[in-house]
């Protein structure tokens, strides 16, 4: 009997813990759980929900009062950045927190951390306005890695500060600039893409501009006042013909100080080389080429190269063999070169010259032979 009423009496704590429902006192956060566990405004927060939250992105929701906190007790990897926080005190009541982003909040001081019953602590700081760090590494119980501690902002002086900025190609070529960063000018920062300009958003989160037509070079992101912040280079997508078995470089026209990083094809063989890129195909079939490149260690951009396969005989690309490419190569071969004129379409019999036995050839193919 006595162990049928304990199992009965941890039945009872359990449902009773799990009937248990969280009541916020900060929007941001409540906000910030509601759409981690995937729960609509009306719905109910029960406390063994928020218990088996491990890891929580609270960017960018205007917190201010951490006393909610503490319904996050097994949280490990905790996102505060961009927020309004002036007080870190409350956090000491997570023990598993070992990650822990204050990036842009309003914070002077986190020498409250030094109470922490964490082991160990890794806290960016970058852009707050702390100017004395010396307390946190005194602390006997918990041991931090701090970031960002040379990247304080003074409140009377204005910054922009963009620590992500990247190109990328949508499925249709249009590049598009990826970007994050942190501001407290008035002024709105305007991205400069040769002569395409947008204003751009500088609020902590990651923000994308179009950038239309087909921009080369380097794109930057400037302040009204013209203070330069960061810059990446676009690579454009753009299309090369190549034919089975040929292995063809393309140069990616990056600076020398970028590399490529990587870089595939749906059907064909890669390899890198520095800045250029070597491509070989044994299938007659269009291709893709997929990269990414970086500046030391930062990511800068994604784009694509297209792949078109050659229409023996089409020396003049208009996507048909006929009288007309023999004309071209008529032309071509008695010095006059024509203004369209594709050598590898051209040389037929793969001997890397266009001679007689080429026009044979696209005169055989013509006839059906």
Sequence with gaps: MRKIAITILAAVLMLTAQAQKVTFNSPGIEAGVRHHLGLDANADIPQSRTDTITAIDLSGLGITDLRDIVYLPNVRTLDLSGNEITNVGPLNVLDSLCELNLKKNALESINLLAFSNADKMMVDVTANYIEDFSYLFDCIKCQFTLIGMNRQQKKDIPYLDVYQLYADVKDNGQ???????????????????????????????????????????????????????????????????????????????????????????????????????????????????????????????????????????DVNMDGMTDISDVVAMVSYILGSEPSVFNRTAADLNKDSRIDISDLVRILNLILGQ
Excluded at 206 to 227: E, H, K, M, Y
Excluded at 242 to 259: F, H, M, N, Q, S
């Design 175 to 313: 590049p598009v600039i990826w970007y994050r960063g942190f501001t407290n000018m008035q002024e709105t920062p305007v991205m400069v893409c040769g002569d395409a300009r947008a204003d751009a958003t500088i609020d902590g989160h990651l923000n994308s501009i179009a950038i239309p037509g087909t921009p080369t070079g380097t794109t930057a992101v400037v302040l009204s006042c013209g203070a330069l912040s960061d810059t990446t280079y676009i690579v454009p997508p753009a299309n090369f013909v190549v034919k089975a078995g040929e292995t063809i470089t393309i140069e990616t026209g990056l600076p020398d100080d970028y590399c490529v990083l990587y870089a595939y094809a749906n059907y064909g063989n890669v390899e890198i080389d520095g800045n250029a890129i070597r491509y070989t195909t044994d299938n007659d079939v269009e291709d893709t080429i997929h990269f990414c490149y970086c500046l030391g260690e930062t990511l800068k951009g994604f784009s694509r190269f297209y792949l078109n396969m050659v229409l023996l005989g």
